[in-house]
């Protein structure tokens, strides 16, 4: 046995980047969920916590329900994903074009990049009240605040995996007689495409953040505006279920976004 080797079998499951079983994977993945769902079952009756403020999860789903049915919450949970939807598309649009400019040139990323880390360092809530000014209680200050919640940092994201394109393709592609437009087309924007998308679904999440306190502050409508609703009469059971919704929606963009990523980039998949 090597120095350093492990001497019982049962650390097999503890080697360094080395995959496991699917089926275990499953198992794990929903044993997490079984502790965190049992704790919280169990928080109550034990006196860990009172029962107003933590409700039990049958009673979030006994709300959510009622939410549905009898509240047009899915009018809210509609909402909610158009605003994600329409400024997150705004927000890709800016930022993954400029962050590979910036990447790939130096010049590009000498004038852009103190403005846009000087940005980065702005918290985006602050800016809500002349948002709210300028723009109105409409749907317009919302969807800016979240793309300057958001587009600042995916840029900056794009940028420095644009810059970690091996040099190799560079110059062989300058060998071979490639122009800069060709080169950048063929070559920078196939080899960045997937980290680009890893971006993008890191920072979706991000997305949803903003939009829960977009709606909270200045909204009638949505699932923060219902989260804040059910705070003026103690409802935690409905914040607590508009919570979930988020959680569930968030999973199932995160889903498509790995599926995604699987149809475009196939050839990955053996490298992971």
């Not at 409508?221 to 935690?236: D, E, Q, S, V, Y």
Request: glycine content about 8%; proline content about 6%; charged content about 15%.
């Amino acid at each position: 046995m090597q120095r350093g080797e492990p001497h019982n079998s049962d650390w097999r499951w503890f080697e360094y980047k080395k995959p496991i079983p699917k089926g275990v994977a499953i198992w794990l993945g929903v044993g997490i969920w079984v502790i965190f769902f049992g704790v919280w079952e169990l928080s109550a009756p034990l006196g860990w916590v009172t029962e107003l403020l933590v409700p039990s999860p049958q009673a979030v789903l006994r709300s959510l329900f009622e939410l549905i049915i009898e509240k047009g919450f899915l009018g809210d949970i509609a909402i909610s994903i158009y605003r994600i939807l329409i400024s997150f598309s705004v927000v890709c649009i800016f930022a993954v074009p400029l962050g590979i400019l910036m990447g790939s040139f130096a010049s590009v990323e000498a004038f852009f990049n103190p403005f846009v880390s000087a940005w980065r360092y702005l918290p985006a809530p602050s800016f809500i009240p002349i948002l709210l000014m300028w723009f109105g209680t409409g749907e317009a200050p919302k969807l800016a605040l979240l793309f300057i919640g958001v587009v600042w940092f995916l840029a900056t994201l794009v940028m420095d995996h644009t810059r970690q394109i091996r040099n190799e393709l560079i110059e062989t592609s300058l060998t071979l007689g490639g122009s800069r437009l060709q080169i950048l087309a063929s070559v920078v924007i196939p080899a960045v495409l997937p980290n680009v998308l890893t971006s993008m679904r890191q920072m979706l999440a991000v997305s949803w953040t903003y939009l829960v306190i977009a709606e909270i502050v200045a909204s009638t409508n949505g699932i923060g505006a219902m989260m804040m609703r059910a705070k003026r009469f103690l409802h935690t059971d409905e914040i607590m279920a508009g919570i979930v919704v988020i959680g569930v929606l968030g999973l199932l963009f995160d889903y498509s976004f790995k599926l995604l990523n699987k149809a475009l980039f196939p050839y990955l998949e053996d490298h992971r």
